[in-house]
């Protein structure tokens, strides 16, 4: 099946520095990703929608010059949590769908996700 | 009224029992349904993908959408210990590229 890496799975950082997570599909094309944030016992929040060679779409609430998106190629696509603070601490999930004549039918696949706490 | 409902539990069961895992919605013009498993500290995995309304069985698992009631279901058959996660129901308008909605998930205990 789709499989979506991403890297890295945990990171500890001081406050006011930034960190770059990196969603990687690596048996299929995505022209979409989507970046989610969960914090504990809670459901997944979508942040923003990662379109390949254009602007990300993010949701309301969501700062993006805070979380900056890059989605270069068909199969990368980053987010950078920039000057991180200790609020910003919490679980980021990315997730893909294959892009292919198949795709209408291709279900959601998601990363491990990254744990991020900032001290 | 949320999109999604979703009865967060926990639901403790004893291994071998018959669980069922339910969500209701509010938006009548989704089509797509996945059920997703996600162990502690992990990604959500997908474990069912459903379109309209029916049945589907995998394994220990069925799915059923009944889009009448706005309501879906996921049985899991002779429950393990393995079992026990976080199940997330979601669902979309459509599966291009719009994002899914999801439940707030339900934490499952199976214990041996």
């Known amino acids: 099946g789709a499989v979506v890496s991403q890297h890295p799975s945990w990171v500890i950082c001081k406050s006011g520095t930034s960190v770059k997570i990196e969603c990687r599909s690596l048996d299929f094309q995505a022209t979409t990703m989507f970046w989610y944030r969960q914090f504990p016992k809670q459901s997944l929040m979508l942040m923003a929608t990662?379109?390949?060679?254009?602007?990300?779409?993010?949701e309301q609430g969501v700062e993006k010059d805070k979380f900056l998106i890059n989605h270069a190629s068909l199969t990368l696509s980053t987010l950078t949590v920039t000057s991180a603070h200790p609020e910003d601490s919490s679980f980021y999930i990315c997730?893909?769908?294959?892009?292919?004549?198949?795709?209408?039918?291709?279900?959601?696949?998601f990363g491990n996700g990254t744990r991020l706490t900032v001290t | 009224q949320k999109e999604v409902e979703q009865d967060p539990g926990p639901l403790s069961v004893p291994e071998g029992a018959i669980v069922s895992l339910n969500c209701t919605y509010s938006n009548s013009a989704f089509q797509y349904f996945m059920w997703y498993r996600q162990y502690s500290r992990k990604g959500p995995e997908l474990l069912m993908y459903?379109?309209?309304?029916g049945n589907k069985e995998d394994g220990r698992f069925t799915a059923q959408v009944d889009k009448s009631s706005k309501y879906i279901s996921l049985f899991i058959r002779d429950s393990q210990p393995s079992d026990s996660a976080t199940y997330l129901c979601a669902m979309t308008r459509n599966s291009g590229n719009t994002p899914l909605v999801f439940g707030k998930g339900t934490r499952l205990s199976v214990i041996a």
């Open positions: 459903t379109y309209s309304s």
């Open positions: 990662s379109n390949e060679g254009s602007k990300a779409t993010y």
């Open positions: 997730s893909a769908r294959a892009t292919d004549r198949s795709s209408y039918n291709s279900p959601l696949h």
